[in-house]
């Protein structure tokens, strides 16, 4: 199973963006999902996380109240909406599958996608 991120692009600072990550196979592969985001020269971030069965988001304090995470089981799709970006959440964006929601704040998933850049002009 692999997971695509798409939605990536350039937007101005105070706009908005959605980012996806689709999983390719039947059922999503875990029990969690993820956002991270990494620029160059630094570790990878984590910023939200959701469980797969239920839905129940969870941020890290940066970001909570711009960032949205949620999830459509139908579609295998877990999404980022991103709100009165700003130059600073300039980064690739990552998704990512895991046991639990824990595993993403310990940044260690069981599985990653492929980043997506975003990129906010000032």
């Known amino acids: 199973v692999q997971l695509q991120a798409s939605g990536g692009g350039l937007v101005q600072a105070g706009g908005s963006l959605r980012i996806s990550c689709a999983a390719s196979?039947?059922?999503?592969?875990?029990?969690?999902a993820g956002w991270f985001r990494q620029t160059p020269g630094k570790e990878r971030e984590f910023l939200a996380t959701?469980?797969?069965?239920?839905?129940?988001?969870y941020y890290v304090d940066s970001i909570e109240g711009r960032f949205t995470i949620s999830r459509d089981k139908d579609k295998n799709t877990v999404y980022l909406q991103m709100n009165s970006l700003k130059p600073e959440d300039t980064a690739v964006y990552f998704c990512?599958?895991?046991?639990?929601?824990?595993?993403?704040?310990?940044?260690?998933?069981?599985?990653w996608g492929q980043g997506t850049q975003v990129t906010v002009s000032s």
């Open positions: 196979g039947r059922s999503f592969p875990g029990y969690a």
């Open positions: 959701i469980t797969w069965a239920g839905g129940v988001p």
């Open positions: 990512a599958a895991g046991e639990s929601t824990e595993s993403m704040w310990r940044v260690n998933p069981r599985s």
